[in-house]
Every structure is written in structure tokens, then in C-alpha cells.
């Protein structure tokens, strides 16, 4: 069953040869300004300079200063994003932006969507760093460019696909048990460039915390939070136009709930996944100034939820599984001219989720179809000035229509000065859970829709330093949240609005040759309530920050790396209405790290010695959710 979502791509690699080998020179050599997520020349200094929204771009040369575990470690230092984390390594963890919920952020890998339909969101740990190249983040609505759940921005994580042979791997241990390895490697050969890389992440998951109930001070040890993770990448490259890659990952993990009164309630819970992702992505070229774009991913996500004291449905507790299929295609004409470069887009796409605590009037397997089709064009006004338009309209199965449109534009004023501006209309349909889990789901919700206004300016006063500022305001219509229907029980319900309105400040800088990194983001939002509920109708929106501060320095010359990082998490509310007992505290962490590296004609080595959390700060970013401690870890990665 596993393997049932690797035919297409095998089929795909089969067909791949007679798709290119007509090619010819003439064809090959059209130029044009595209909309690409990013520019990748220079990117982590150059990503918001050369687009119409806010963007960022975590490059290869900026994730191996920081040398994340996981994606959420990284995404931590954009402007404008929140990481909810449910706890240490084994923890599940989402981002947001611009005071938006999960499933209103596209997660994507390759360009392939990885949001899932059963719940919206994505859980970013799922994903090992060592296997990703660089990560690009659009801020801003997008659902005219990229569909649905990318209402609040999109964070795309690409695999490094060296045309090379490369060899690798790394090994590091840290506090709690944590043990992380990784082999990769890739070689050409006479059908293309083909690589493999496998990773294995464990963590004990216990760990001590401090915390008070009632005001009396306890000490706790936090249990039952233990990983074990396996993942296989496989990838294949014909040509610089085509790209086949299968990601494979098994997962056991505990689960535990929230701690209340000082025990943690589902202490026993497990959770054990095997997820498969594939994606093709290809070119062909039809002339000079045209070419056709094929995108092709599914996704088989088979999900087991374990819980013996959980008896809300039998004496015997939850043993719950979820089978998800997923799979999107889309074929996309580019045609560019002076002074306009047109895009036109049909996708389709088919998802279905299995399980047995749905409904009782639905059956045991819910599906969505849906096909949408978009244009997308970008005008060069004249030089220094461009007009980005966009149009998609989507038809659901299980959620009815959306039509989204976006109008975005920049100008550079001068050679170090550029001003963007773009407004958009955006939608999320309803995720399986909200439509159909069983006691909580409502057939009739409606899609979510937002409209977003963005203006913003980036300075660039030298080559080396970049200094970005965005202003945005979000309108949420039909927002869907869960509402309590009893004392044990709750709803998925479309109650209305909510507003956000915000600005984020983002300043890059690699001075002295790009010996020293610097960057720092500051974020200031207000997420509130606007349905006209009595008791809630202006209060904050649950667990989003008003304050968002990051940093960092990164210092590498010769034999030498070192640096540290920072961040700061204002207060925010556990539960609607901004009651001060559901209040959850402000936090500060701090990491540093040193390292050295050696070289030789056939290899190198890196050494590094980190530590998370140095001033042991006793934090939570999910209510009753303990993070740990100070972490020590040591990674030894060798290239050859």
C-alpha cells in the first residue's frame, strides 16, 4: 500500500527521456523576469528586494550558520512568524504569520503542497533539515498564486539537489538522549544525477521543568515524550529542467496532553505514522519566449493514534487510524516578451481520508476533488517598475467555489531603495476534521475568506546590508474556530471576523567578506477578535504574540566558527476572551555555539559544540506544553 504513491513517479522517469531529447539550442535560450518564490543569486540579502511581496530566504549559507534540528529552529527568525511547539524534539510543530492560524500558511517542499486536507496544517518537525537546501518565505496573501490555505503567506523548504558527486554525513548527541545521523550522497551518471540521503532522529523526551499550581512551586519530570524518527530521501535529476524526488518518513512517538494541576493528562498516548511524498517537477521548452511547466505530487500518510485512558468512546480507550491520500497535478503555459511575461495555470487534485471516527451520517471515507485555474501576468511598466497581477478561481467538491485575486507592484526608486505595495483576496476551505471527525466536525461550514493589504520598502545602504519594513492589516471573514457546545464537548463553527494589523522589521547584514552573519526581526501585531460576541468582540486572538524579537551572530573565518541567537515571545492568551488566568508568560531564549572546521583535497570536517536554551529558561509556547531546559548537543558533520 505504501508504495502505491511511487508509480506515477516511477512512470514519470520513464517518460522523461523522450520529453527532453528533442531539445534544441535556439529553444533552450529564453530569457525573461519570472516569478520565481525567490531570486537565489545572493538570497538571504537579495530575497524581499527583488519581489512584490514581503519575502525571505533561508539559503544554504545561512542554515548552515545556525545548523537547525528542525525546520521550526529556522523559521523562527522571520519576520512575522509565530512556532507553535507542543513541547521538545518529539513535540508537534506549526508556524503562522501575521497573527493567522496553521492552516491559513501553506507549507511546501519542492513546490509540492504538504498542508494536509485532514487538518490544514503541517507538522514541521516531519521534515529533517539535513535534507533541505535553502527555505523561501512568502508573507503576504497568496491564494491567486498558490490556492488554497495560503492566505496568510507560503514557507516552501527545497531539497538540496546537487548535480555533483557528493558524499556526506553527520552524526550529533544531545541532552535528553537526543541522537541525530545522517548519510547522503549523489553521483551523475549517463541518465542524469541520482541521490539518496537517510536520516535517524531519537529523543528520550524526558526532561525536568519547573511550574506552579495554585501558586505552590513544583518540580516535574517531563515523561512519555520520546521520539524515534526514520527518513529516506530519494532524488533524480535528468536535466537541469526536470526533478523526481520521493521523501519517506516512519515515526513512533508519545503524544502526552497538556499538564494540568501538576499530572499530564493522555500520559500513555502514542502516536505512529509512515508518510510518503513525491513530486515531479519539469520544463519543456516550446519556443523562445515559451515554455510548458508540469507539476505532479501525492502524499500516502497513514496516521495510528493510541490512547488506553482516553474512554470518551468505550471502556477500552482511542485506537484510531487515518489514512490520507493526496495527490495534485498542474500544467502551467509561460510565455514572455518584453515588457510582459504571462502565466496561465490548470491544477487539479484529489484527496481522500479514511478512518473510523467520523460522522456516524458520513461514510468511512470522505473525499475532495477539486480543479482551479489561474492567470498570472507581470508587466515591466518601465524600468525600475513592475505590475504583478493575479487571478485564480477554485471549485471544491466538499467546500464550493473561491475566486481570489491579487494586485502587487514595486518600484525601485533608486539603486537602493525599493517600495512594493500589494492587496489580495484569499480563501482556506474547511480541513476534513472541522467537516467530519466524529462529535466536533459541521458539514455546513463555509471557507474562510481574508482580504490582505501589504505596503512596505526595502533599503539596501550597501551591498552587504539590507534592511526591510512591512506594514500589513488582515480581514478574516467566516473564521473558523471551535466553540464549546457543552461542559465535555466542542464545535467547528464559522462565527464571524477577525482583524490583524501589524508591521514587521527585518534587517541582514554579511560584512567583512561574509565572514560575520547578522540578522534581527522584529514583529508588533494585534490579532483581534471581531465576530460581536459579548465578552469577546475586540480581545486578543489566542496564542498569537504581540511582540515577536529575533537575532543573531554568526562569526566564520578559516578553522573558526562561532555565534549565538536570540529570541523574545510576548505575552499571549491560552483561550479566547484575554481572561488573565488563561494568560501564558513572555519568554527569552538564548543559544550560543563554537565550532571549528578542517580541509583537504578530500574532505571536510566540521565540529560544533551548541547550547539551546543557555539561561535555562522555564518556558512554554503551547499552555501546559514545558519546553526543555538548557540543551547541550555536539554535531560532527564530514563532506567529502
Given at each position: 500500500?505504501?508504495?502505491?504513491?511511487?508509480?506515477?513517479?516511477?512512470?514519470?522517469?520513464?517518460?522523461?527521456?523522450?520529453?527532453?531529447?528533442?531539445?534544441?539550442?535556439?529553444?533552450?535560450?529564453?530569457?525573461?523576469?519570472?516569478?520565481?518564490?525567490?531570486?537565489?543569486?545572493?538570497?538571504?540579502?537579495?530575497?524581499?528586494?527583488?519581489?512584490?511581496?514581503?519575502?525571505?530566504?533561508?539559503?544554504?549559507?545561512?542554515?548552515?550558520?545556525?545548523?537547525?534540528?528542525?525546520?521550526?529552529?529556522?523559521?523562527?527568525?522571520?519576520?512575522?512568524?509565530?512556532?507553535?511547539?507542543?513541547?521538545?524534539?518529539?513535540?508537534?510543530?506549526?508556524?503562522?504569520?501575521?497573527?493567522?492560524?496553521?492552516?491559513?500558511?501553506?507549507?511546501?517542499?519542492?513546490?509540492?503542497?504538504?498542508?494536509?486536507?485532514?487538518?490544514?496544517?503541517?507538522?514541521?518537525?516531519?521534515?529533517?533539515?539535513?535534507?533541505?537546501?535553502?527555505?523561501?518565505?512568502?508573507?503576504?496573501?497568496?491564494?491567486?498564486?498558490?490556492?488554497?490555505?495560503?492566505?496568510?503567506?507560503?514557507?516552501?523548504?527545497?531539497?538540496?539537489?546537487?548535480?555533483?558527486?557528493?558524499?556526506?554525513?553527520?552524526?550529533?548527541?544531545?541532552?535528553?538522549?537526543?541522537?541525530?545521523?545522517?548519510?547522503?550522497?549523489?553521483?551523475?551518471?549517463?541518465?542524469?544525477?541520482?541521490?539518496?540521503?537517510?536520516?535517524?532522529?531519537?529523543?528520550?523526551?524526558?526532561?525536568?521543568?519547573?511550574?506552579?499550581?495554585?501558586?505552590?512551586?513544583?518540580?516535574?519530570?517531563?515523561?512519555?515524550?520520546?521520539?524515534?524518527?526514520?527518513?529516506?530521501?530519494?532524488?533524480?535529476?535528468?536535466?537541469?529542467?526536470?526533478?523526481?524526488?520521493?521523501?519517506?518518513?516512519?515515526?513512533?512517538?508519545?503524544?502526552?496532553?497538556?499538564?494540568?494541576?501538576?499530572?499530564?493528562?493522555?500520559?500513555?498516548?502514542?502516536?505512529?505514522?509512515?508518510?510518503?511524498?513525491?513530486?515531479?517537477?519539469?520544463?519543456?521548452?516550446?519556443?523562445?519566449?515559451?515554455?510548458?511547466?508540469?507539476?505532479?505530487?501525492?502524499?500516502?500518510?497513514?496516521?495510528?493514534?493510541?490512547?488506553?485512558?482516553?474512554?470518551?468512546?468505550?471502556?477500552?480507550?482511542?485506537?484510531?487510524?487515518?489514512?490520507?491520500?493526496?495527490?495534485?497535478?498542474?500544467?502551467?503555459?509561460?510565455?514572455?516578451?518584453?515588457?510582459?511575461?504571462?502565466?496561465?495555470?490548470?491544477?487539479?487534485?484529489?484527496?481522500?481520508?479514511?478512518?473510523?471516527?467520523?460522522?456516524?451520517?458520513?461514510?468511512?471515507?470522505?473525499?475532495?476533488?477539486?480543479?482551479?485555474?489561474s492567470g498570472h501576468w507581470?508587466?515591466?511598466?518601465?524600468?525600475?517598475?513592475?505590475?504583478?497581477?493575479?487571478?485564480?478561481?477554485?471549485?471544491?467538491?466538499?467546500?464550493?467555489?473561491?475566486?481570489?485575486?491579487?494586485?502587487?507592484?514595486?518600484?525601485?526608486?533608486?539603486?537602493?531603495?525599493?517600495?512594493?505595495?500589494?492587496?489580495?483576496?484569499?480563501?482556506?476551505?474547511?480541513?476534513?476534521?472541522?467537516?467530519?471527525?466524529?462529535?466536533?466536525?459541521?458539514?455546513?461550514?463555509?471557507?474562510?475568506?481574508?482580504?490582505?493589504?501589504?505596503?512596505?520598502?526595502?533599503?539596501?545602504?550597501?551591498?552587504?546590508?539590507?534592511?526591510?519594513?512591512?506594514?500589513?492589516?488582515?480581514?478574516?471573514?467566516?473564521?473558523?474556530?471551535?466553540?464549546p457546545t457543552s461542559p465535555?464537548?466542542?464545535?467547528?463553527?464559522?462565527?464571524?471576523?477577525?482583524?490583524?494589523?501589524?508591521?514587521?522589521?527585518?534587517?541582514?547584514?554579511?560584512?567583512l567578506d561574509e565572514r560575520?552573519?547578522?540578522?534581527?526581526?522584529?514583529?508588533?501585531?494585534?490579532?483581534?477578535?471581531?465576530?460581536?460576541?459579548?465578552?469577546?468582540?475586540?480581545?486578543?486572538?489566542?496564542?498569537?504574540?504581540?511582540?515577536?524579537?529575533?537575532?543573531?551572530?554568526?562569526?566564520?573565518?578559516?578553522?573558526?566558527?562561532?555565534?549565538?541567537?536570540?529570541?523574545?515571545?510576548?505575552?499571549?492568551?491560552?483561550?479566547?476572551?484575554?481572561?488573565?488566568?488563561?494568560?501564558?508568560?513572555?519568554?527569552?531564549?538564548?543559544?550560543?555555539?563554537?565550532?571549528?572546521?578542517?580541509?583537504?583535497?578530500?574532505?571536510?570536517?566540521?565540529?560544533?559544540?551548541?547550547?539551546?536554551?543557555?539561561?535555562?529558561?522555564?518556558?512554554?509556547?503551547?499552555?501546559?506544553?514545558?519546553?526543555?531546559?538548557?540543551?547541550?548537543?555536539?554535531?560532527?558533520?564530514?563532506?567529502?
Open positions: 500500500m505504501v508504495l502505491r504513491p511511487l508509480i506515477p513517479f516511477l512512470l514519470a522517469i520513464v517518460m522523461l527521456q523522450p520529453l527532453y531529447a528533442g531539445d534544441s539550442v535556439a529553444v533552450d535560450t529564453m530569457r525573461a523576469r519570472v516569478r520565481e518564490v525567490v531570486v537565489r543569486d545572493n538570497a538571504f540579502l537579495r530575497a524581499d528586494i527583488t519581489s512584490t511581496q514581503a519575502s525571505t530566504s533561508l539559503d544554504a549559507h545561512f542554515l548552515k550558520s545556525i545548523a537547525p534540528l528542525q525546520a521550526s529552529d529556522a523559521l523562527s527568525y522571520v519576520p512575522g512568524l509565530a512556532i507553535r511547539s507542543y513541547g521538545g524534539v518529539g513535540g508537534m510543530k506549526t508556524v503562522s504569520m501575521r497573527g493567522g492560524s496553521a492552516a491559513q500558511s501553506l507549507v511546501m517542499i519542492n513546490g509540492i503542497r504538504l498542508s494536509s486536507a485532514q487538518n490544514g496544517q503541517f507538522d514541521l518537525s516531519a521534515v529533517p533539515m539535513a535534507m533541505v537546501d535553502h527555505v523561501d518565505v512568502v508573507r503576504g496573501g497568496a491564494s491567486a498564486l498558490y490556492g488554497a490555505n495560503a492566505m496568510t503567506g507560503v514557507v516552501n523548504m527545497s531539497i538540496a539537489m546537487p548535480m555533483k558527486a557528493t558524499a556526506g554525513g553527520l552524526a550529533s548527541v544531545g541532552s535528553f538522549e537526543e541522537h541525530h545521523v545522517n548519510a547522503h550522497g549523489s553521483s551523475p551518471t549517463a541518465i542524469g544525477t541520482i541521490g539518496a540521503s537517510i536520516d535517524v532522529l531519537t529523543s528520550s523526551g524526558a526532561f525536568p521543568y519547573y511550574m506552579k499550581v495554585d501558586g505552590v512551586p513544583y518540580d516535574v519530570n517531563r515523561e512519555n515524550s520520546d521520539m524515534h524518527s526514520l527518513s529516506g530521501l530519494l532524488h533524480y535529476q535528468p536535466t537541469d529542467r526536470w526533478t523526481v524526488f520521493a521523501l519517506a518518513r516512519s515515526a513512533d512517538r508519545g503524544v502526552p496532553g497538556a499538564v494540568v494541576q501538576g499530572s499530564t493528562t493522555n500520559a500513555r498516548a502514542r502516536m505512529s505514522d509512515a508518510d510518503v511524498i513525491g513530486g515531479v517537477n519539469g520544463r519543456i521548452p516550446l519556443s523562445s519566449t515559451s515554455d510548458l511547466m508540469v507539476t505532479l505530487g501525492t502524499r500516502y500518510w497513514d496516521q495510528r493514534y493510541v490512547d488506553p485512558d482516553a474512554t470518551i468512546l468505550g471502556r477500552s480507550g482511542l485506537n484510531e487510524r487515518f489514512i490520507l491520500r493526496d495527490m495534485a497535478t498542474g500544467v502551467a503555459f509561460r510565455s514572455a516578451s518584453e515588457p510582459l511575461v504571462q502565466t496561465y495555470r490548470v491544477d487539479a487534485s484529489y484527496a481522500d481520508l479514511r478512518g473510523a471516527t467520523l460522522q456516524p451520517q458520513v461514510p468511512t471515507v470522505v473525499q475532495r476533488r477539486q480543479i482551479a485555474v507581470q508587466w515591466n511598466v518601465d524600468e525600475g517598475v513592475m505590475v504583478e497581477g493575479g487571478l485564480r478561481a477554485d471549485a471544491i467538491s466538499d467546500a464550493g467555489t473561491a475566486v481570489s485575486p491579487l494586485l502587487a507592484a514595486r518600484w525601485s526608486a533608486t539603486s537602493w531603495l525599493d517600495v512594493r505595495t500589494s492587496a489580495s483576496y484569499n480563501f482556506r476551505p474547511p480541513s476534513f476534521t472541522e467537516l467530519y471527525y466524529l462529535n466536533y466536525g459541521t458539514a455546513t461550514l463555509r471557507p474562510e475568506r481574508a482580504v490582505m493589504l501589504d505596503a512596505g520598502c526595502s533599503v539596501r545602504p550597501f551591498a552587504w546590508l539590507v534592511c526591510d519594513v512591512s506594514a500589513f492589516n488582515a480581514n478574516t471573514h467566516d473564521q473558523i474556530i471551535s466553540v465535555v464537548s466542542w464545535s467547528a463553527q464559522n462565527v464571524g471576523q477577525a482583524t490583524t494589523t501589524g508591521v514587521e522589521v527585518g534587517l541582514r547584514a554579511m560584512p560575520l552573519t547578522l540578522h534581527a526581526s522584529y514583529t508588533r501585531q494585534e490579532a483581534r477578535d471581531r465576530t460581536g460576541r459579548p465578552g469577546l468582540d475586540g480581545t486578543l486572538l489566542p496564542y498569537i504574540p504581540q511582540e515577536l524579537f529575533n537575532g543573531g551572530v554568526h562569526w566564520k573565518e578559516d578553522v573558526l566558527m562561532m555565534g549565538g541567537t536570540w529570541s523574545y515571545t510576548s505575552y499571549r492568551y491560552a483561550l479566547p476572551g484575554a481572561q488573565y488566568a488563561s494568560l501564558v508568560q513572555p519568554f527569552t531564549v538564548v543559544g550560543i555555539y563554537v565550532g571549528a572546521q578542517a580541509r583537504s583535497d578530500l574532505m571536510r570536517i566540521d565540529v560544533r559544540l551548541s547550547v539551546d536554551n543557555l539561561l535555562n529558561e522555564d518556558y512554554v509556547v503551547v499552555r501546559g506544553y514545558p519546553m526543555p531546559g538548557r540543551t547541550l548537543r555536539i554535531l560532527t558533520n564530514v563532506s567529502l
